[in-house]
């Protein structure tokens, strides 16, 4: 089958790579310029039009100002291929959403909201887990060529905001689970307690699971290169935010873990792991814990 797939970076080139070693037609577009050395295979098309020409077009893409430029803005809807579907990866708000499926509606193309979970290295083993929400009828049609790509696919009904709400609670809680962990190391070391040997034992009695084993090993050996960068998690934490102001909800501690984010890219750490945060929770705990000991001894 013949695929469209925009957006070549750390995830999307994974994804793309296995639409091909599962035997797909893929014609991809990036917007920066790519050695085709850097995805064999692939056929590196002039524009995004081009992807928009196949039976099923995947997008890879950071944001919503992003897709708003280049699907919307550049009017691909209304040149697409008669009959295609397409399959939105991205992370991206409610709103959007909503606004995305409204638009496929009326130009007539199908469109399935799938945004993923998992950081390259799964994207590159075809082992994410996919959270799929749309028409009956275009999920069934994507289905197929998502199988590939994916540990689970995960159907969570029509409307697709369905898929991007779960996505960014599923993003939040990761952030509290670092957050979490961050604060119990603040306790820990303050008595001498190695925090390896803290992490040995949460991991063994409380709190095992992927996200715990995975941030926890790199809180313990403070290694923060990228797998998901502190710059989107923010992006991401803002639009969770948002959702939930639109539900007439406050959520205190997600603004505790945005405020951590907002931290860690103000002080020039956007394109580290979010991991990073823990680094930034335990100094500055640390520190505030100083300085109200100093101030209680002045008195």
Request: overall charge negative; glycine content about 10%; aromatic content about 6%.
């Amino acid at each position: 089958m013949q695929i469209g797939f925009i957006g070549l970076g750390s995830m999307g080139t994974g994804m793309a790579l296995n639409l091909v070693k599962a035997g797909h037609d893929v014609r991809a577009w990036n917007r920066s310029k790519l050695d085709p050395d850097m995805v064999p295979g692939v056929t590196l098309v002039e524009s995004a039009a081009e992807a928009f020409q196949a039976h099923t077009v995947f997008t890879m893409l950071s944001d919503d100002p992003a897709i708003r430029e280049v699907i919307l803005d550049a009017g691909l809807l209304k040149g697409a291929r008669l009959g295609l579907t397409h399959v939105v990866t991205s992370t991206i708000s409610v709103a959007f959403a909503r606004e995305l499926a409204a638009l496929h509606e009326a130009a007539g193309i199908g469109y399935v909201s799938a945004p993923v979970l998992g950081r390259p290295n799964v994207a590159a083993s075809g082992q994410l887990n996919i959270l799929a929400a749309g028409k009956p009828d275009a999920v069934a049609a994507v289905e197929p060529i998502l199988a590939p790509l994916s540990k689970k696919v995960w159907k969570l009904g029509e409307d697709p905001a369905r898929a991007n709400t779960a996505k960014l609670a599923c993003n939040m809680m990761i952030a509290m689970a670092i957050e979490a962990m961050a604060e119990a190391v603040v306790l820990t070391e303050g008595v001498g307690l190695d925090r390896a040997n803290f992490f040995e034992l949460i991991l063994g009695t409380l709190f095992s699971g992927r996200a715990y084993e995975s941030y926890s090993a790199q809180i313990t050996e403070r290694s923060f290169e990228p797998g998901f960068k502190a710059k989107l998690a923010l992006k991401d934490m803002r639009l969770a935010i948002e959702a939930g102001n639109d539900l007439g909800h406050m959520l205190p501690m997600l603004e505790i873990v945005r405020e951590r984010l907002g931290q860690a890219v103000g002080e020039g750490h956007g394109e580290k792991d979010w991991s990073i945060i823990a680094e930034i929770a335990v100094r500055g705990d640390r520190e505030a814990a100083l300085s109200g000991r100093n101030a209680e001894n002045m008195r």
